[in-house]
């Protein structure tokens, strides 16, 4: 499964960025999708999770209530709209995808897209 992101970039403190996820392949709908973010020096954080087939979520307790995970079956894309950004937002963040129970470890997911930087500036 290949996972091709985009969006993302500089956004000030309070503003908003979308990031974008296309996985590759026939069986997607099989799969949870997962937003992953990291901080240099630090290990990976989950941050969001939808489950394709019926749309189950599960976010991070930091992004509650700001960010928004969500997918579009025509597009065969999955979306994290990121609101009220904060400085610790600040990360490279990761598509990733695994088959089976949405899970928060991100020791579960097997696919992983290239990562994109969201910078917040204060």
């Known amino acids: 499964v290949e996972l091709v992101e985009s969006g993302g970039g500089l956004v000030q403190a309070g503003g908003s960025l979308r990031r974008a996820c296309a996985p590759s392949?026939?069986?997607?709908?099989?799969?949870?999708m997962g937003w992953i973010r990291q901080v240099p020096g630090k290990e990976r954080e989950f941050v969001a999770a939808i489950r394709w087939r019926d749309g189950s979520l599960v976010y991070a307790d930091s992004v509650k209530g700001r960010f928004t995970i969500s997918r579009d079956n025509a597009k065969r894309t999955v979306y994290l709209q990121m609101n009220s950004l904060k400085p610790e937002d600040t990360a490279v963040y990761y598509c990733?995808?695994?088959?089976?129970?949405?899970?928060?470890?991100?020791?579960?997911?097997?696919?992983w897209g290239q990562g994109t930087q969201v910078t917040v500036s204060s």
């Open positions: 990733a995808a695994r088959s089976g129970a949405i899970v928060t470890s991100r020791l579960f997911y097997k696919y």
């Open positions: 392949g026939d069986t997607f709908s099989n799969y949870v």
